[in-house]
């Protein structure tokens, strides 16, 4: 099946640095991948769209300048966390639809968690 | 604001009988309809999707799916204890259908007993 792939898996930072998040299509080209955010016992929110080649589209409530996106080729999506605080400490996880499937089926990377201390 | 609901449980269920997992949603013009399966501390994986009224089957795995009551559901036939996971119902909203309409729920923990 479809494989993507993210990096790292565990971060932990100080407030006030920058992290970032890199997810790779591994056998498929990705010209759309999405990120999410999940809290404790939550559900996955989406926070934006990836698309390459061009700007990001963000949901509602999450903040383009703090969460910067870069989706420069079909393969590779990247999220930086600028001037992380302790609450943005939260599981991050990409996903990408390889379109082998039917739209919609999405398959997602390992995730990465982040504790800002 | 388009919700997915389900019973966040836990929701125990002996070792080789059927668990059954429900998720209700509310926007009617909902298309398509899928189950993940996460375990603690991963990502989520595609267990299900289903596009029509009725049943879809896959292993011992069927997915419902009843449009005009807004509701889906998953069965897990032979429950074992890895499939101790919590399941997430997802349904996307937009009629498009692309990916970026999808809406999860929480989740609903489910509990195998040996």
């Known amino acids: 099946g479809a494989v993507v792939s993210q990096h790292p898996s565990r971060v932990i930072c100080k407030s006030g640095t920058s992290v970032k998040i890199e997810c790779r299509s591994l056998d498929f080209q990705a010209t759309t991948m999405f990120w999410y955010r999940q809290f404790p016992k939550q559900s996955l929110m989406l926070m934006a769209t990836?698309?390459?080649?061009?700007?990001?589209?963000?949901e509602q409530g999450v903040e383009k300048d703090k969460f910067l996106i870069n989706h420069a080729s079909l393969t590779l999506s990247t999220l930086t966390v600028t001037s992380a605080h302790p609450e943005d400490s939260s599981f991050y996880i990409c996903?990408?639809?390889?379109?082998?499937?039917?739209?919609?089926?999405?398959?997602f990377g390992e995730g990465s968690r982040l504790t800002v201390l | 604001q388009k919700e997915v609901e389900q019973n966040s449980g836990p929701l125990s269920v002996p070792e080789g009988a059927i668990a059954s997992l429900n998720c209700t949603y509310s926007d009617r013009g909902s298309q398509s309809f899928f189950w993940y399966r996460q375990y603690s501390g991963k990502s989520p994986e595609l267990i299900m999707s289903i596009y029509s009224n009725g049943d879809k089957e896959d292993g011992r795995f069927t997915a419902q799916l009843n449009k005009a009551s807004q509701y889906v559901s998953l069965l897990i036939r032979d429950s074992q204890p890895s499939d101790s996971a919590t399941y997430l119902c997802a349904v996307n909203v937009y009629s498009g259908g692309g990916a970026d309409g999808l809406t999860f729920g929480k989740g609903t923990h489910l509990i195998i007993q040996p």
């Open positions: 996903s990408a639809e390889p379109g082998q499937g039917a739209v919609g089926e999405l398959f």
């Open positions: 990836s698309n390459e080649g061009s700007k990001a589209t963000y």
